[in-house]
């Protein structure tokens, strides 16, 4: 079992910055994704950003590339979102994840946290 709390969110004006952070505990495996997803009320839960806690790679989806920055700290079992350049849009609730195939679909996650709020006004 996997649990996953984030924290970090709250309510900026465009072009401003938040760090969400994502704290793991439990059976994490090296080889396991730590991905952010973010949902609006009525929408499906969209892919942010993803990385393994063992390998260097990341990925970003086409919205926030260049804006936003996924990095992880293995002795604390957190991983951290960098938003920066913030715009009404990315509005949403967030998400971490683990667990599970990866990728960008949510059906493939065992473990999700609470989620935190991000607010961007114009």
């Known amino acids: 079992q996997v649990r996953l709390v984030e924290s970090g969110g709250g309510s900026v004006q465009t072009g401003g910055s938040l760090r969400l952070s994502c704290a793991a505990s439990g059976r994490i495996l090296g ?3 730590a ?3 973010r949902q609006v009320p009525g929408k499906e ?4 950003a ?3 806690w063992i390998y260097p790679t990341t990925h970003y989806a086409d919205s926030v590339k260049g804006r936003f920055t996924i990095s992880k700290d293995n002795a604390k079992s957190t991983v ?3 938003m920066n350049s913030l715009k009404p849009e990315d509005t949403a609730l967030y998400y971490c994840a683990a ?3 990866g990728g960008v679909d949510p059906k493939n996650y065992n473990f999700w946290g609470q ?3 991000v607010t961007v006004s114009s």
């Open 31 to 33: 080889s396991d994704a």
């Open 35 to 37: 991905t952010w997803f």
């Open 45 to 48: 839960r969209e892919f942010v």
């Open 50 to 52: 993803s990385l393994t």
């Open 80 to 82: 951290f979102l960098q």
């Open 99 to 101: 667990g599970g195939l």
């Open 115 to 117: 989620g935190t709020q």
